[in-house]
């Protein structure tokens, strides 16, 4: 099946710790994006990647890091700089990295933190 | 920052009825994309409109663009209840970033 994977679906981390998103697609897309998402509310955009060794911040950048070694592969890692890292985290990918391009989204993960 | 703004943030109807969200923008956009999001889960694509565009169908959704106005609508005929879901809009802004609205709630009663 192609179509994009995140994992895990629900991920608890206490205050402090360092924790990491997996995101996979087998769509063979060049672009890759994180979303943050709270509840009742849209989607903000964290980092993207447009290719393989390349990334750019998005709006909501602080507190997270990202790597793209892999073109499959865009892992999230939230950091304990993030002070408020409880949400909803959505990854997407598109065919290149023109935003004109309809985007394809994960199931998502949900983080609480405790 | 948030360009898209749905309007209304909630609207609830009887199956059968038409539904309509819109959407504002502040900004030129390349073009204008609506996404579903069923609860908890990812976001779905529905359509895309591009600047040069007035009108998009497809199935039994309508979405209008008029750029004059720096709005967008969306319009689901003839609604079912597994048409339950928020809906988002999103416009391009420059050659990379999608920026999305908060969403319109949309709840279709049996």
């Known amino acids: 099946d192609g179509g994009i994977t995140q994992s895990p679906k629900y991920l608890f981390r206490k205050e402090g710790q360092n924790v990491t998103l997996s995101c996979e697609q087998n769509?063979?897309?060049?672009?890759m994006y994180w979303y943050r998402q709270d509840p009742g509310q849209g989607l903000r955009l964290i980092y993207y990647?447009?290719?393989?060794?390349?990334?750019q911040k998005g709006d909501i950048a602080e507190g997270y890091s990202v790597s793209r070694e892999k073109k499959e592969s865009f892992p999230l890692t939230v950091t304990s700089a993030q002070k408020n890292p409880t949400a909803f985290y959505l990854c997407?990918?598109?065919?290149?990295?023109?935003?004109?391009?309809?985007?394809?989204f994960g199931p998502g993960t949900r983080l609480t933190v405790l | 920052s948030q360009q898209g703004e749905e309007d209304p943030q909630a609207l609830s109807i009887q199956e059968g009825e038409n539904a309509t969200m819109n959407c504002s923008y502040k900004t030129s956009i390349n073009n204008l994309q609506w996404y579903r999001q069923n609860s908890g889960r990812g976001l779905v694509h529905l359509i895309l409109i591009r600047s040069n565009e007035r009108e998009k169908h497809s199935g039994r959704l309508r979405v209008t663009l008029d750029t004059s106005k720096k709005s967008s609508s969306l319009l689901i005929t003839a609604s079912r209840a597994a048409d339950t879901a928020s809906y988002f809009c999103?416009?391009?802004?420059?050659?990379?970033?999608?920026?999305f609205g908060q969403g319109t709630r949309l709840t279709i009663n049996p």
């Open positions: 999103a416009t391009v802004q420059g050659a990379q970033k999608l920026v």
């Open positions: 997407a990918s598109s065919i290149s990295g023109r935003a004109a391009n309809e985007q394809f």
């Open positions: 769509l063979n897309h060049d672009a």
């Open positions: 990647s447009q290719i393989v060794n390349d990334f």
